[in-house]
Structures are given as C-alpha cells and as structure tokens.
C-alpha cells in the first residue's frame, strides 16, 4: 500500500482484551493469550512494511491493581513471548528494548528481558518497545531524579535542564518521538502512555477490540494518519 505520509514510530495501546472475553463468556484471561498472538502478528507486520519504531504498552503501573490470577498470567504470556523471541528474533532483525521499572518482576522474566535486550542489540532493524511497569508520570519523575543527582553530583547545572537533556534521560532517548499512536476498543484516553513523547502525535482511536486487531487494520490508521495535516503548533 503507498501512502502520502508514513509514520517512522507507532505506539499502540492494547487495549480490549476482557472486553473481548466477556463478549464470549470466557475468563479475562483469555483474552489476553489472543491478545499475545495479534501482538505477536502485529509485531512481524510493522516490521516487514518499514515502520522503524514501534512502542507497545503491555502492562501499566496501575495493572498491578487487577486480580493476582490476571497478573499472573500476563507475566507467563510475557515470559512465553521473550522465549519465542529469543529464538525467533534472531533471524528477524528486530531490536527489543524494555521501558519501565521492571524490578518488579519476578527474577525470571527479568533475567528473560536483559537477555532478549542483549541478543538484539547488534540488530539493525524494527526497534521494538515494550512498555511494562511503564507509566508516563513514572518516566517522568524518574527522569526528574536523574537530572538532579546530575547537578547534585556538580555534572550538570540547573540552567543545562533542557528539553533536549531531559529528553535524553527518558526511556526512549535517541529515539523519535511518536508520530501515530493507535488505541483500540474505542476508549478514549492517554491512559498514561508516552506523556512527553506524545506531545504531537497524532492518535486515531478505533472502535475494534484489540483480539479482533488486523494488519487491515493497522493499514486503516496509517491511512488515516496519512490525511492528517500535521502543523506541530504552526500553521
Ligand atoms: C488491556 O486490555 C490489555 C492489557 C492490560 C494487557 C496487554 C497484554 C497482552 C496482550 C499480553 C501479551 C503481551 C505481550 C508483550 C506478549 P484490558 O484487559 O484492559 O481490556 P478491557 O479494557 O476490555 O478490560
């Protein structure tokens, strides 16, 4: 498909899941292990039509809040996904990087994470974000602190805090800022994802539950994207 604006970084809220299983009767659960394979899918699509950067949110600082078996869970789907991805990925080029505090994972997943980071690092592809214990206050606070161990250390005077330094002490450092963020299931809300880097990205909410997400779909918003007249505060 040829478009008249291409979007080089997508983020996407997944979002849906139990709406999905609800709709079948099925435990929440469920849908999120259909939510892992369109992920899965979405994930290969980005990378074979060119998009350079893709930030995923999978799991939030609030979604520790949901029932112990719905977490539970969620962190097998992860832990399933980066075993698949350390043998797969290898041959697909796609650079893996986490964003949020992921100390509070169980050791296992963490040890999952720094070895998926390591084995793709060299790789010049897709970079692909996963956003997980990842909150936008929380990345921004973090960055607040390491500014000001900065100046506290001498290293950085208060007048040196700019919007280039500060951007650098983000997750996504070095990286562009989103120009298209997709939200599925027709919720309308920011829900705490990428609050600096999304200051002008364009978002196209979709009435579609994430389950039922396609690459069709995925086409549909960067069409839309593509007919969007982008002024970033100007005229
Ligand atoms: C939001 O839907 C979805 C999540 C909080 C979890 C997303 C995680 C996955 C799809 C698991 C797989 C991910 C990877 C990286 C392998 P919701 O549960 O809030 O849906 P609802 O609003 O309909 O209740």
Redesign the pocket.
């Known amino acids: 498909m040829e478009f008249s604006q291409f979007p080089r970084h997508i983020g996407i809220i997944?979002?849906?899941?139990?709406?999905?299983a609800k709709k079948r009767g099925l435990p929440?659960t469920a849908?999120?292990k259909v939510?892992?394979d369109v992920?899965k899918k979405i994930v290969r699509y980005c990378s074979s039509i060119g998009i350079q950067y893709l930030t995923?949110y999978?799991?939030?600082t609030e979604?520790w809040k949901r029932p112990r078996e719905e977490v539970g869970m969620?962190i097998k789907?992860?832990e399933q996904?980066l075993q698949e991805a350390l043998r797969d990925f290898l041959n697909e080029n796609i650079k893996v990087f986490f964003m949020g505090d992921t100390s509070a994972f169980p050791e296992e997943l963490q040890k999952l994470i720094r070895d998926t980071e390591e084995a793709s690092k060299n790789h010049t592809g897709m970079v692909l974000n996963?956003a997980l214990n990842y909150g936008g206050r929380a990345e921004l606070t973090r960055a607040a602190r390491l500014l000001s161990e900065e100046v506290k250390s001498g290293k950085l005077t208060p007048e040196q805090i700019t919007e280039e330094t500060f951007a650098q002490k983000l997750y996504t450092a070095g990286q562009p800022d989103p120009d298209l963020i997709i939200r599925p299931?027709g919720e309308n809300r920011i829900s705490n994802f990428l609050l600096w880097q999304s200051a002008y990205s364009e978002y196209v909410i979709m009435d579609i539950?994430?389950p039922d997400f396609k690459p069709k779909d995925l086409d549909r918003a960067i069409k839309e994207y593509a007919n969007r007249n982008r002024r970033f505060g100007g005229v």
């Open positions: 997944m979002d849906g899941n139990g709406r999905w929440r849908g999120h939510g892992a992920f995923i999978a799991f939030s979604n969620l789907l992860f996904y996963i299931s539950l994430w």
